[in-house]
Each structure stands twice: as C-alpha cells, then as structure tokens.
C-alpha cells in the first residue's frame, strides 16, 4: 500500500487487546505445534530434553512469522535490528523453556500422573509472557512519529 506522496504505509496497528488477543489465538495454534512434536518426539524415543529442544524451535519459529504477519502488523518488517532482536529473544526463551521445563521435571514427583504435562505448561507460558512483552516493546517496536 502507497501513500499519494509514493510512500509505503504500513497498516494501522490494533490494539492492545486485539493484539494480546491475536497473540493468544495464534499462541494457541503454535503450542499445539509444539505440544504435538514434543508428543512425537518421545513417543519415538527421543531424549526429553531434546524433544524439548526441537518443539520449541518449531513452535516459535511458527510464532515468529504469525504474529509478524497478524499480530504486530504495524511494526517495520526486516532489517538487521529485527533479525538480530529476534534470533537474541528466541535464544534467551529458548534456555528459559528447555531450562523451565527441566526443573519442573526435577521438581515434581514421578507419581505425579501429569508431571510431563504440567511441567511443558508452566515452561511454554513462561516463555510465552517473555515473548510477547519484547516482542511488543523491542523486536516489533512501532516507530514514533
């Protein structure tokens, strides 16, 4: 879209609540990708905490380009800042999941009937308030002005 000077015009940005409200939808869908390949991954063999690992690369790389296109539509796309910002964010969350979901694990009993579950769950929501804060306030920053 072009403004009549020529000029690209990003869209509009939503709200916060439409924006927290898409992050959530889309937050959904990207934990059942990660939640299903986690599932997967261990019913195949896999070490847990390498499950881990690759579910939660698929399922925030998922994220990343949802909530790009749905979420923070207003945000500059690209460039290096953003790559950089993003790939610094998704590795810290990455160590704040897998290192989550091992202590959680570590933490709770092995007679507890849903200890893999409760531990994926407290994990990926703690990475999922990290994400969506530094996404809305650093990697998909609206410009001023």
């Known amino acids: ?13 939503p709200g916060l609540v439409a924006q927290i409200s898409r992050f959530v939808l889309i937050g959904g869908f990207c934990a059942l990708v990660d939640s299903g390949l986690y599932w997967l991954l261990l019913q195949a063999g896999t070490w847990v905490h390498l499950a881990k690992a690759f579910s939660f690369i698929a399922g925030t790389t998922t994220a ?25 964010l998704y590795t810290t969350t990455f160590f704040v ?5 091992a202590v959680m694990l570590a933490m709770l009993s092995d007679d507890f009937r849903w200890r893999v579950a409760a531990a994926w769950v407290i994990a990926q929501g703690t990475a999922t308030v ?12 609206e410009s001023r002005g």
């Open 1 to 13: 879209m072009e403004s009549p000077a020529g000029e690209a015009v990003r869209p509009a940005s």
């Open 64 to 88: 990343y380009f949802l909530n790009r296109r749905f979420t923070f539509t207003a945000a500059q796309k690209g460039g290096a800042g953003q790559i950089g910002g993003f790939a610094a």
């Open 97 to 101: 999941n897998v290192g989550t979901n």
């Open 130 to 141: 990290i994400n969506f804060v530094m996404l809305k306030w650093v990697v998909f920053r």
